[in-house]
Each structure stands twice: as structure tokens, then as C-alpha cells.
């Protein structure tokens, strides 16, 4: 079946990095448009950035913007979010989610969680000194 799994989260200082990728199986990612949320306790699910199928077009939050880089290597099915200059603020259980390039034709709109339909399990990273 199609499954996402998030990886590399965990414990780091402010202004430190942390890399999460999201590796995809039963299916290929060539044809989906991915996006990163993120969800704190008590707040609602948050777009974080998300890339088109091909890699081409990305977009960011305006919190992240400058701070975090998103990727994707289709030929081994990941994408992968690279987090520089982390704050306390950026902790969060982080998401990968997919939807078909097909109904999400403006990456403008791709900062929305309910267009996406295909979720991970979530990774967890905290921001602490």
C-alpha cells in the first residue's frame, strides 16, 4: 500500500540543523507534489514548504523562509527537508504528505493540509538548549 515515512527528527540546540527525509513505497513520487507541516501542541497543523513533482517550484512559509530548504530525489524516492538556524518555535511533529501534481496545479496553494491526501507518521523535533 502507499506509505510515507518521515525520518531524522530528534533533540537539537538553537541555531542548530537537522535534515528529515520522507521516504515514499508503494508508489512512485515523480507524479506528486510533497509538502512538510508541522503541528505543536495545542496548534493547528501548519504548512511548512512543499515542492512540484519534478522539483522545479518550491514554496515557504514566511517563518521558515531563508531558514529552510526543501529537495527531492526522484530516483530514490525521498524528499528531504534541511533545517538551518532552528528556533525553540520550530518544534513540532513534522509531516510529509503527497497529492497528485494533477489537483494541486498552483504550488501557491500547496501550504494547505487539507488538499493533501496521502499522510506519514510524523517525526519529532525539539528545539531546547
Known amino acids: 500500500q502507499l506509505q510515507l515515512v518521515e525520518s531524522g527528527g530528534g533533540l537539537v540546540q538553537p541555531g542548530g540543523s537537522l535534515r528529515l527525509s520522507c521516504a515514499a513505497s508503494?508508489?512512485?513520487?515523480?507524479?506528486?507534489?510533497i509538502g512538510w507541516f508541522r503541528q505543536a501542541p495545542g496548534e493547528e497543523r501548519e504548512g511548512v514548504s512543499c515542492?512540484?513533482?519534478?522539483?522545479?517550484?518550491?514554496n515557504y512559509a514566511d517563518s521558515v523562509k531563508g531558514r529552510f530548504t526543501i529537495s527531492r530525489d526522484n530516483a530514490k524516492n525521498t524528499v528531504y527537508l534541511q533545517m538551518n538556524s532552528m528556533k525553540p518555535e520550530d518544534t513540532a511533529v513534522y509531516y510529509c504528505?503527497?497529492?497528485?501534481?494533477?489537483?494541486?496545479?498552483?504550488?501557491?496553494?500547496?501550504?494547505?493540509?487539507?488538499?493533501?491526501?496521502?499522510w506519514g507518521q510524523g517525526t519529532q523535533v525539539t528545539v531546547s538548549s
Open positions: 504528505a503527497a497529492v497528485p501534481r494533477q489537483r494541486l496545479p498552483r504550488l501557491t496553494d500547496g501550504l494547505d493540509p487539507t488538499l493533501y491526501g496521502y
Open positions: 508503494g508508489f512512485t513520487l515523480d507524479y506528486y507534489v
Open positions: 515542492i512540484s513533482s519534478n522539483g522545479g517550484s518550491t
